[in-house]
């Protein structure tokens, strides 16, 4: 859909200028309508993120891990989302994960 491509172009904009709050209300309603969409999720979940909404970033990386278990750099977003939260036990498992995935950070 071509206002879905448009929001999702000025949410990787508000993104790039680090301005991650207004990314992250772009995506929102983007990712309600396709909630299959990895790429979304992902910029979703970085957004976040950068923006210091944690639990929020934590929920969508775990999606990503859950749906894409391989994926080292869902499993490093995750890991670094815990481990902001001081949560680093819980974080190691992860980042052991990214690392032997290959998405090392």
């Not at 448009?6 to 993104?15: I, N, Q, Y």
């Not at 992250?24 to 309600?32: N, R």
């Not at 990895?38 to 970033?57: D, I, N, P, Q, V």
Request: aromatic share 6%; charged share 30%; net charge neutral.
């Amino acid at each position: 859909m071509i206002v879905d491509l448009l929001s999702f172009e000025m949410a990787r904009t508000a993104f790039g200028e680090r301005r991650f709050s207004d990314a992250a209300t772009a995506l929102e309603p983007l990712l309600e309508r396709n909630p299959d969409d990895r790429a979304l999720r992902e910029l979703l979940a970085r957004s976040y993120f950068g923006a210091a909404m944690l639990g929020k970033a934590e929920e969508q990386a775990r999606e990503l891990v859950r749906r894409a278990p391989s994926d080292g750099y869902a499993h490093l977003l995750l890991a670094r989302s815990l481990e902001r939260q001081s949560r680093t036990a819980e974080a190691r498992g992860h980042r052991v994960m990214a690392h032997v995935l290959g998405a090392d950070g």
